[in-house]
């Protein structure tokens, strides 16, 4: 894929489409080493439950995740409320000297984390109202999308089926047109389970694909990193070459004429 093919959140641009988690790995060892071979850019953090300095006295996983090479984006994992989501946020800005870049998520319950769109809604009107960019976890609802663009979110974020499950995206129809209608970026956010998901998300056009478990839980984190690499460029090329119109008949690769023999 190009170096030119590049995509904007906010008033970031970026080249590596795939966005990675740093959420249970084994050690901030084997974290440090998937994200390398991921070729990730944007590492998402869950504030609530990963220490970034606000512990002083454990490890910080930003020893081991620079900001200097990778744009770190907090993520409101763990919050059922508006208002605990954008306490979140801002707690976030201030460990990170006023990042405003953040990934918001509100969910509806422990069981499923399904995304909570009325709290979501109300913690993106105050955030975007406070100066944050906001890229917004929400559910495959075209109408709900559009209200989050609406509202100026950087970025929507419809999961592809529930967080941590691996089912892969379920309902390809709903993000296609969450995509045909959107003009920022879309992003496959949860339910990834294998690199063939992450390619159909591409393929679909969708600007990027977040995940974490899909890699962290795989046996070899390491490796899976680097499929999901590949994955995404394979998916991003496939979308921009353009797949062959389907047919209800066979179609012969070669010419019907023109044998060398009969």
Not at 52 to 61: M, R, S
Not at 193 to 205: K, Q, R, V
Not at 239 to 259: C, D, I
Request: charged share 20%.
């Amino acid at each position: 894929m190009s170096n030119q093919d590049l995509f904007t959140i906010g008033s970031r641009t970026f080249s590596s489409r795939l966005l990675v988690g740093t959420g249970k790995y084994k050690d901030l060892t084997e974290t440090a080493q998937a994200i390398e071979n991921s070729g990730a850019q944007i590492v998402t953090v869950a504030i609530r439950r990963v220490n970034i300095g606000q512990k002083k006295d454990e490890p910080n996983l930003l020893d081991v995740i620079s900001p200097d090479k990778y744009t770190i984006l907090p993520n409101t994992a763990g919050c059922f409320d508006a208002e605990t989501a954008v306490r979140t946020c801002q707690l976030a800005r201030e460990l990170l000297d006023g990042h405003n870049l953040v990934k918001l998520e509100v969910l509806g319950d422990e069981k499923n984390l399904y995304p909570n769109v009325v709290e979501t809604l109300k913690a993106c009107r105050t955030l975007i109202d406070d100066g944050f960019d906001v890229m917004v976890y929400t559910s495959d609802d075209p109408i709900v999308a559009k209200e989050l663009e609406s509202m100026g979110c950087v970025a929507i974020m419809p999961l592809g089926s529930l967080i941590g499950s691996g089912l892969g995206l379920l309902n390809r129809h709903t993000l296609s047109l969450i995509v045909e209608q959107t003009k920022v970026p879309v992003l496959v956010d949860a339910g990834v389970g294998t690199a063939s998901d992450a390619s159909i998300a591409m393929e679909l056009g969708c600007d990027g694909v977040l995940m974490n478990t899909a890699i962290a839980h795989a046996q070899n984190p390491v490796l899976m990193a680097s499929a999901m690499k590949h994955a995404v460029i394979a998916g991003r090329e496939a979308f921009l070459a353009g797949r062959m119109p389907m047919r209800a008949m066979a179609q012969a690769s070669s010419p019907q004429t023109g044998y060398f023999f009969r």
